[in-house]
């Protein structure tokens, strides 16, 4: 099955025998046993819940993972991540990364006895200067929110293969409702192995429909489902998608035990959202190859960052390792006045925080999805005052180069 196809048919789950084309909404939070020691395969919704189900399993079809779990939000999955290590552990970061995840490193992570060592994952050399021994996990965005930095993803596993330190794939599984598996030192116990190095990807900028982490070398992929996969700004989610058994048991675990899982009605318009992500990315990325020309001939527009431009230095990776170029832009102006006049005027574009729906957003990285990185941090990325992020949806591409150039002029 093509991955436009497993979008729309991934979920449907045709045993029940009703016809039924969608998947229901079992809005239930417990369910009843025929007998003692005896299930129907359900039992309580925090450890699962069918709706949630049929859309984890059409997840984990899309990125050709093992498995999928679905959490209340990007950050509740990411979260339940970074449960998976013990005071001492070491996470090697895209310096790059959405301001959420920065402030969850610094400030529960850390808390935690977990540290983060940020650098240009594009730099595949300073990846590996970077490993320790306490190197537990490489957790990068690619592209990067918002500067748009690339990362070889194929090279940092290789990297990490060569070091001695890949995640090997023949992991012991321990099968479902045995008791829980080692985690890294951690809860349920088990040695820390200092070979062990997982790849974490953050796939929201491009989607299981453009890019496929796993099938690159990732361990993990991380989304916001809020943006991409949901696809119309109107429902949080978030999801972990492992490639092997041991990681699936671990973070089921740690998932069933925190409870930050996705409800059964936000599963299905996930559910929904899914059935239309290949056209909605085609369409979405076509309308911003078009803005980006425009954008290119524009005085007021000092740079453009876009994955897609010949001389983006990611550009020859970037064909490598995913299907299209996406549809987020990063661009600066001229001046801070023009950066405000935009976002000030803009009409038909929404000045919002948030990306990947039908609807085109424009984001102020500043203050909005970065206001907590601190700002030397900033300055030395480049996210200024003049930088603006847009989400290009899929409306007429001419009416939203119109709000532009109405907004700009
Ligand atoms: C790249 C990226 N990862 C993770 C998140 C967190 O997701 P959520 O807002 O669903 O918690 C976001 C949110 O903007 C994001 O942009």
Redesign the pocket.
Known sequence: MEIDTACVHGSVDRSHNTGAICTPIYQSATFAHPAVGQTNGYDYSRLQNPTREQLEKTVARLEGGYDALAFS????A?SCLIELFSPGDEIIASDDL?G??VRLFEHIARKNGVSVNYVNTSNVEAVRQSITERTKAVFL?TPS?PMMHVTDIKAIKETLVDAGAGRGSAQACAGRGQKAPPLFGGVGGGAPDPKDIILVV?N??LSPYLCQPLSLGADIV?H????YLGGHNDT???FLVVSEPTLSEKLRFIQKTTGANLSPFDSYMLIRGIKTLAIRMEKAQANAARIVDWMLKQDKIAAVHYVGLPNHPGIEITKRQTRGFGAMISFETDTVETARQILNRVSLILFAE??GGVETLITYPLMQ?HGDVPPEKRAALGITEKLLRLSVGIENVDDLIADLDAALA
């Open positions: 939000t990007g950050m509740a990411e959405y959420g995840t965005e929110n953050d929201t900028f991380i916001s489902g809020t943006k949080l989610a978030g948030s990306l999805t």
